[in-house]
């Protein structure tokens, strides 16, 4: 499957969702951004069904699961607050 097929298949299945379906995938993506500014990588355990952190260059877990979507915001407010006053 080529990136465009990818990426049209997703905007198919996003807009299957209902509204508030469709609000929590926005602000999952938000976070997943957010991390990345910082080297991170909001992952899914897919055991627990819940969130976890990872620095991305070393693969190595940070905020372990489970996190549901307000705890990886809660986390990645104090990373960011810790980094700001370094």
């Not at 991170?40 to 940070?62: G, K, P, S």
Request: hydrophobic share 40%; with cysteine; net charge negative.
């Amino acid at each position: 499957m080529t990136r465009e097929e990818s990426l049209e298949a997703l905007c198919v299945a996003f807009e299957k969702l209902d509204e508030d379906e469709q609000r929590g995938m926005i602000r999952l993506i938000e976070q997943m951004k957010r991390a990345h500014t910082f080297g991170l990588d909001v992952r899914f355990d897919e055991h627990t069904f819940t969130f976890f952190i990872a620095d991305a260059a070393t693969n190595t877990v940070v905020a372990p699961p489970p996190m549901n979507i307000p705890t990886v915001e809660a986390w990645l407010d104090d990373y960011e607050k810790e980094a700001a006053e370094e």
